[in-house]
């Protein structure tokens, strides 16, 4: 093998991984807005058993909090609930950013297609 094939098959290499990466980091947005399209339903939409058409409780941050135990039964709409739906989350938006981040980073720093030719110092 010389130096001459041996540098387009590193720089094909290193773009195969930045491609891999960016498709893990497009995965990971994904998941990330799914996570935050969820949060904000659990926080806004209004949820229970239904009087006259309308929800009887509302979500916790649409509006008052209700006092009725059937507002307090649902688990998923309480604080310590909300908060750690919160935090898996921003764990999967950090994720995805710094997959991205890393992609492009490794697309940069991959070689050119060709052979790199000494600078020529005159």
């Keep these: 093998m010389t130096t001459d094939t041996a ?3 590193h720089a094909e290499k290193k773009r195969r991984e930045a491609g891999r990466i960016e498709g893990w980091s497009i995965a990971w947005m994904l998941l990330a807005l799914t996570l935050w399209g969820a949060f ?3 926080m806004l939409a209004d949820y229970g058993p ?6 009887a409780c509302r979500g916790p941050l649409a509006g008052p909090s209700t006092r009725d135990a059937v507002c307090r039964d649902d688990a ?7 908060l750690g739906v919160l935090a898996l ?8 950013a710094a997959t991205m981040v890393y992609a492009k980073v490794l697309a940069r720093l991959a070689p050119e ?3 790199a030719s000494p600078p020529t110092g005159r």
């Design 50 to 55: 239904e009087y006259g058409g309308r929800a």
């Design 40 to 42: 904000a339903f659990l």
């Design 7 to 9: 540098a387009p098959d």
């Design 76 to 82: 998923l709409r309480q604080w310590p609930a909300l």
């Design 89 to 96: 989350t921003l764990v999967a938006t950090v994720t995805a």
């Design 113 to 115: 297609e060709g052979p």
